[in-house]
């Protein structure tokens, strides 16, 4: 068996590529590098127990976040180059509805199965 909090691999030149590690807070996490040494894509799992993946743009925000909440709720979010929320689809943990969010607060659409039948509801 090998322990380590933390294991990172280089490329040819000795530039860290990926790096798979425990942080401070108990977070586990595998990131992965452009060749300019910025964190494209982040595969996680949290002290408290979610998971969450990241994908990055040239800038150090998430472009795009995938989770799954507490309550098992599915979260699909992007965001814009500021880090504002522009897109978001959550889907709920039983299927018993679909919330897509354009930019804001409250959702734009929620779509709801009610007794079996679709429903849609804007804001």
Same mark, same amino acid.
């Given at each position: 068996m090998? =322990?380590?909090?933390?294991?990172? *691999?280089v490329d040819?030149? /000795? +530039?860290?590529r990926?790096n798979? #590690? $425990?942080d401070?807070? /108990?977070?586990? #996490?595998? &990131?992965f590098?452009?060749?300019?040494g !910025?964190g494209?894509l982040i595969? @996680?799992v949290g002290?408290?127990g979610?998971a $969450?993946? +990241?994908?990055?743009a040239?800038?150090?925000?998430p +472009?795009t976040?995938?989770?799954?909440d507490?309550?098992?709720d599915?979260?699909?979010? =992007? *965001?814009?180059k &500021? @880090?504002?929320?522009?897109?978001?689809i &959550?889907v709920?943990a039983?299927g018993?509805?679909v919330?897509? /969010? *354009? /930019? @804001?607060s409250p959702?734009?659409?929620?779509l709801s199965? $009610? !007794?079996?039948k679709?429903e849609?509801?804007?804001?």
């Open positions: 090998i =322990c380590a909090r933390e294991f990172v *691999l040819e030149e /000795g +530039s860290p990926a798979w #590690a $425990i401070d807070g /108990g977070q586990a #996490a595998i &990131t590098f452009d060749r300019n !910025n494209k595969a @996680g002290k408290d979610l $969450i993946i +990241s994908l990055k040239a800038q150090d925000f +472009s976040l995938i989770t799954v507490q309550n098992g599915f979260k699909f979010a =992007c *965001l814009d &500021t @880090g504002q929320n522009r897109f978001q &959550t709920a039983d018993s509805s919330q897509l /969010g *354009l /930019g @804001g959702p734009a659409v929620l199965a $009610i !007794n079996g679709g849609i509801y804007k804001a």
